[in-house]
């Protein structure tokens, strides 16, 4: 949001986009591209291509670094301009399709690791990275004041790179459980 208020010309013609649209923007494109994503998920198992919950939550992560490397080079080519609108709703739009690989994925792997007498406190486990997750970008969004706009958005993009590099080293321990 301090972005899109500083940075993005929110104009569309004579109209001024309010923020709050663009905040709305994550839920509409869970909402619609929700039922989209297991429909592709079971066309690629149908072809025997389907790739595994962690290799999922891999690419998620990628995204979500895409989305943020992407927000990096709008910042820079615009310099003290504002940006477009649209880098902005493309930014979410890939943001969230990554949200949509990492976040049900997750929970459902939790579910199936999960001993049957504890799956419930397993599928809160995951709820308590969510909140962890929360914290720790409590703690880098601190960095916003003290960092240029890109060099913000390269840390973001770097965190998740790096949660999708963890992710991939943990394909065998989590193959041989």
Not at 153 to 159: I, K, Q, R, S
Request: no cysteine.
């Amino acid at each position: 949001p301090l972005w899109t208020d500083i940075g993005v010309d929110r104009s569309f013609g004579s109209l001024v986009i309010p923020m709050t649209w663009f905040q709305s923007l994550n839920p509409l494109l869970v909402i619609t591209l929700t039922p989209l994503l297991p429909f592709y998920w079971r066309r690629k198992a149908a072809a025997g291509r389907e790739p595994s919950a962690r290799r999922k939550m891999a690419i998620g992560a990628l995204l979500v670094a895409g989305a943020y490397l992407l927000l990096v080079i709008v910042s820079l080519l615009a310099g003290t301009s504002r940006a477009n609108w649209f880098w902005l709703v493309l930014f979410f739009g890939v943001l969230t399709v990554g949200e949509l690989y990492i976040l049900p994925t997750g929970l459902g792997l939790f579910a199936r690791l999960a001993p049957p007498r504890l799956g419930a406190t397993t599928g809160a486990s995951w709820f308590l990275t969510i909140f962890s997750g929360s914290v720790l970008a409590g703690v880098v969004g601190t960095l916003w004041s003290r960092t240029s706009h890109h060099g913000f958005f390269l840390v973001l993009a770097g965190l998740a790179a790096a949660a999708a590099f963890l992710l991939r080293l943990l394909e065998r321990p989590i193959r041989s459980f």
